[in-house]
């Protein structure tokens, strides 16, 4: 009978700490929604707001409301979205198949990106050390690389424009770069609203 009891306690004791171990987990992952809002609210004066809150509200607990934090997780997640389309690009152009005037806006659109990718590295850099004195110059070297960055991509877009020769490839392609485009637009419009509240 004693067995049987204890039996129970012990059963009683995991059921409880199973209880505790999902309201804890589910708490975690419950979004922080003052940030949600303020996530929102930030991404409306983008250019495109529901990419810029779709690319952003998983970063809530990270973000809170911090609009320096909000700027440097757009470039975060900017850069990321640059590198993986430059990566996707390599391997597409050393496929079989393709025409040389295909390959060749690839590879000029991969040096484009190149370029892209090492102007936002240096904006998120710089983002880390934004204070006193020196605010408005850092924010305007940022904005600076930031508005290049874009016309680099914009760039590289303009390469994919014409007939549709290689097109699914050429529609995958400039899909993804237009989506980097857009993304650096909203986290240059971010960087802005920074810079304006900061003033």
């Keep these: 009978m004693e067995g049987f009891s204890s039996k129970r306690f012990f059963a009683s004791i995991l059921i409880l700490l199973a209880i505790s171990s999902y309201i804890n987990s589910s708490l975690a992952a419950t979004p922080n929604k003052p940030s949600t809002e303020f996530i929102r609210t930030s991404c409306s004066s983008t250019t495109y707001p529901k990419l810029?809150?779709?690319?952003?509200?998983?970063?809530?607990?990270?973000?809170?409301?911090?609009p320096q934090l909000l700027a440097s997780t757009a470039l975060n997640v900017t850069l990321s979205s640059a590198k993986s389309?430059?990566?996707?690009?390599?391997?597409?152009?050393?496929?079989?198949?393709?025409?040389?005037?295909?390959?060749?806006?690839?590879?000029?659109?991969?040096?484009?990106?190149?370029?892209?990718?090492?102007?936002?590295?240096?904006?998120?850099?710089?983002?880390?050390?934004?204070?006193?004195?020196?605010?408005?110059?850092?924010?305007s070297d940022?904005?600076?690389?930031?508005?290049?960055?874009?016309?680099?991509?914009?760039?590289?877009?303009?390469?994919?424009?014409?007939?549709?020769?290689?097109?699914?490839?050429?529609?995958?392609?400039?899909?993804?770069?237009?989506?980097?485009?857009?993304?650096t637009s909203n986290a240059l419009a971010l960087i802005n609203r920074y810079a304006s509240l900061h003033g």
């Design 52 to 66: 810029c809150f779709t690319s952003l509200s998983t970063y809530t607990n990270l973000i809170q409301t911090s």
């Design 85 to 139: 389309t430059s990566t996707m690009m390599v391997n597409i152009s050393k496929s079989q198949g393709m025409s040389p005037k295909a390959i060749a806006a690839m590879k000029d659109c991969v040096e484009e990106l190149s370029d892209s990718v090492y102007e936002l590295n240096k904006s998120i850099r710089e983002m880390k050390n934004v204070k006193g004195s020196n605010f408005q110059l850092m924010i």
């Design 142 to 183: 940022i904005q600076t690389w930031v508005s290049a960055a874009l016309t680099d991509e914009t760039t590289c877009t303009d390469g994919f424009q014409g007939k549709a020769e290689n097109g699914n490839v050429k529609t995958l392609v400039r899909g993804r770069i237009v989506n980097v485009a857009q993304l």
